[in-house]
């Protein structure tokens, strides 16, 4: 209890902070009498009345002992008891330190806070982007017209030195993509692939043209005669009377965060292509 | 704050209760800091106290790094690939994909490769690996595949980059499947891959704000 006596005139004791430093979240309940900062913790009639024990010139002297020795003095016994219940202690050691570091009073700190909320907002923004788009179904309908088939046989010069069936295909698109913009949709990668199956390979894919539609780009398709970007090579000689080729246009849709799906658009068309191949003409 | 309850028994032969009196420090606190003394021992018991925080602090931190590491670990098991989140070097994807942006990737065995898929691979003989989309698919009846790979941003297919003879790539070959995309955040590891000083000291600012950091 108050073994200390209220009327002894002790040293000077060392500031907490430099002996262990800081003294922990104990010290850390006492009421500061240095200016409006309040440690967490304490509760405000606590630290009024613990204050005005105190009064006004004693308010200026500093740190340590001297203010609780002041606390101890000042009060009578029955003023004191609710600030120790409170708190527990009988007056401030908070050292100088740490009256700065709770506070905004530098501009280390305040960039600090700056820094960290507009990282947690952009977080959240980010956050949000991704999961009200995340549910979303990317497909359209769109119509495929194919109208002129060719094929070769010639050695495979992008790659393997094989001689591969060589398909030429001229095609017709029609597609409407405004509906898969939103706000998070950077932009769409779109492409044309062939799928058919061979008696090498069960399943063959080749992409035979590509497009990318920005966001701001004029969403409506309407290809006519188009030619294939790539060359439609196959592994092999399978694709010489080949009855099922299909082909469908699918799309890649790049969020600008969150998840990268790919969607087939509904309608296709399945071409066969000719027996015999054509030696005389070029395409 | 030290939990003497945790740290554990009286400090053998020093006839010195340092834990208890950290224990009924709690009761009678300040009264002691203000006299400023402990048991007459002051600079012993300081720096047995010291030494306690700083072990705490060292354990803290020991554990704080032992969590990231089991994160990384639990989501490369969780998604089947060696490298979870990777982060995009060249402008080959562009405009879908930046320097500096972060791609997630699964690796699912039961997810068949197909054309359009945007794919991670290494290729034999190189660290590095490349996010490029795959253009031809071959797969054969009893599931081995064969494909090809081409940057949206490059003229040609990745033959060129591929092993010497080297026609096609195969599932074993890829690191993952891009699924998830998060822009810009994966500047960072570029930074610190390109100025290496960078990251030295970040690591030293780090390491001595942990170590120094008072724990007011």
């Given at each position: 209890?108050?073994?200390?006596?209220?009327?002894?005139?002790?040293?000077?004791?060392?500031?907490?902070?430099?002996?262990i430093?800081g003294?922990?979240?104990r010290?850390?309940?006492?009421?500061?009498p240095?200016?409006?900062?309040?440690?967490?913790?304490?509760s405000p009639e606590?630290?009024?009345?613990?204050?005005?024990?105190?009064?006004?010139?004693?308010r200026?002297?500093?740190?340590g002992?001297?203010?609780?020795r002041?606390?101890?003095g000042?009060?009578?016994?029955g003023?004191?008891?609710?600030v120790?219940?409170r708190?527990?202690?009988?007056?401030c050691?908070r050292s100088?330190?740490?009256?700065?570091t709770?506070?905004m009073?530098?501009?280390?700190?305040?960039?600090?806070?700056?820094f960290?909320?507009s990282?947690s907002v952009?977080?959240?923004?980010t956050?949000?982007?991704?999961?009200?788009?995340?549910?979303?179904?990317?497909s359209?309908?769109v119509?495929?017209h194919?109208?002129?088939?060719?094929?070769?046989n010639?050695?495979?010069?992008?790659?393997?030195?094989?001689r591969?069936?060589?398909?030429?295909?001229t095609?017709?698109?029609?597609?409407?993509?405004?509906?898969?913009?939103?706000?998070?949709?950077?932009q769409?990668?779109l492409y044309?692939?062939?799928?058919?199956s061979t008696?090498?390979?069960?399943?063959?894919q080749?992409?035979?043209?590509?497009?990318?539609?920005l966001?701001?780009?004029?969403?409506?398709?309407?290809?006519?005669?188009m030619?294939?970007?790539?060359?439609?090579?196959d592994d092999?000689?399978?694709?010489k009377?080949?009855?099922?080729?299909?082909?469908?246009?699918?799309w890649?849709v790049?969020p600008n965060?969150?998840?990268?799906p790919?969607?087939t658009?509904s309608?296709?068309?399945?071409?066969?292509?000719?027996?015999?191949y054509?030696?005389?003409?070029s395409? | 704050?030290?939990r003497?309850g945790?740290?554990g028994?009286?400090?053998?032969?020093?006839g010195?209760?340092?834990?208890?009196?950290?224990?009924?420090m709690?009761k009678?606190?300040e009264?002691?800091y203000?006299e400023?003394s402990?048991?007459?021992?002051t600079?012993?018991?300081?720096l047995?106290?010291?030494f306690?925080r700083?072990?705490?602090?060292?354990?803290n931190?020991?554990?704080?790094?032992?969590?990231?590491?089991?994160?990384?670990?639990g989501?490369?098991v969780?998604?089947?690939?060696?490298?979870p989140?990777?982060?995009?070097?060249?402008?080959?994807?562009?405009?879908?994909?930046?320097?500096?942006?972060?791609?997630f990737?699964t690796?699912?065995r039961?997810?068949?490769?197909?054309?359009g898929?945007?794919?991670?691979?290494?290729?034999?003989?190189?660290?590095?690996?490349?996010?490029?989309?795959?253009i031809?698919v071959h797969?054969?009846?009893n599931?081995?595949?064969?494909?090809?790979?081409k940057?949206d941003?490059?003229?040609?297919d990745d033959?060129?980059?591929?092993?010497?003879?080297?026609n096609?790539?195969e599932?074993?070959?890829?690191?993952?499947?891009?699924?998830?995309?998060?822009?810009?955040?994966?500047?960072?590891?570029i930074i610190?891959?390109?100025?290496?000083?960078?990251?030295?000291?970040?690591l030293?600012?780090?390491g001595a704000?942990?170590?120094l950091?008072?724990?007011?």
């Amino acid at each position: 209890m108050a073994g200390g006596g209220s009327s002894v005139e002790q040293p000077r004791p060392l500031p907490c902070s430099s002996l262990i430093g800081g003294a922990g979240p104990r010290a850390a309940r006492l009421p500061c009498p240095r200016g409006p900062a309040r440690p967490v913790g304490v509760s405000p009639e606590a630290g009024a009345r613990a204050l005005a024990h105190v009064g006004g010139p004693e308010r200026r002297r500093g740190r340590g002992g001297a203010r609780s020795r002041n606390a101890r003095g000042a009060g009578g016994a029955g003023r004191r008891e609710p600030v120790r219940g409170r708190s527990g202690s009988p007056g401030c050691v908070r050292s100088r330190a740490l009256g700065e570091t709770g506070a905004m009073n530098t501009v280390l700190s305040r960039a600090n806070s700056l820094f960290a909320f507009s990282l947690s907002v952009m977080a959240a923004l980010t956050f949000g982007c991704f999961i009200t788009t995340a549910f979303k179904d990317r497909s359209v309908p769109v119509r495929l017209h194919v109208s002129r088939i060719m094929l070769k046989n010639v050695e495979d010069f992008t790659g393997p030195r094989e001689r591969s069936d060589l398909g030429f295909i001229t095609f017709d698109i029609t597609a409407d993509l405004e509906n898969i913009f939103d706000w998070n949709v950077k932009q769409l990668f779109l492409y044309l692939s062939a799928e058919y199956s061979t008696k090498n390979n069960a399943l063959n894919q080749v992409v035979l043209w590509d497009k990318i539609v920005l966001r701001g780009d004029n969403p409506k398709l309407l290809l006519k005669d188009m030619k294939t970007k790539y060359f439609f090579f196959d592994d092999g000689n399978g694709l010489k009377g080949n009855r099922n080729v299909t082909l469908t246009l699918s799309w890649n849709v790049v969020p600008n965060a969150g998840i990268l799906p790919l969607v087939t658009g509904s309608g296709h068309v399945s071409v066969p292509f000719p027996d015999t191949y054509e030696i005389t003409k070029s395409y | 704050m030290v939990r003497a309850g945790t740290v554990g028994t009286h400090l053998p032969a020093s006839g010195l209760d340092i834990f208890g009196d950290l224990r009924k420090m709690n009761k009678r606190q300040e009264r002691r800091y203000v006299e400023g003394s402990f048991h007459g021992q002051t600079l012993k018991s300081y720096l047995i106290l010291q030494f306690v925080r700083l072990y705490y602090q060292v354990l803290n931190f020991a554990m704080i790094v032992s969590s990231a590491l089991m994160i990384w670990k639990g989501l490369i098991v969780l998604t089947g690939s060696e490298s979870p989140i990777v982060v995009v070097l060249s402008g080959s994807m562009e405009p879908a994909f930046h320097r500096g942006d972060l791609l997630f990737l699964t690796n699912f065995r039961e997810d068949p490769i197909r054309a359009g898929e945007i794919v991670v691979f290494k290729v034999e003989g190189r660290d590095i690996p490349i996010v490029h989309r795959v253009i031809k698919v071959h797969e054969k009846d009893n599931g081995d595949i064969k494909f090809l790979t081409k940057g949206d941003n490059n003229e040609v297919d990745d033959r060129g980059l591929y092993k010497e003879g080297q026609n096609w790539l195969e599932k074993k070959d890829v690191v993952g499947r891009a699924r998830g995309f998060l822009p810009y955040v994966g500047m960072v590891t570029i930074i610190m891959n390109d100025y290496p000083k960078f990251k030295y000291a970040l690591l030293a600012v780090m390491g001595a704000y942990v170590l120094l950091k008072r724990e007011s």
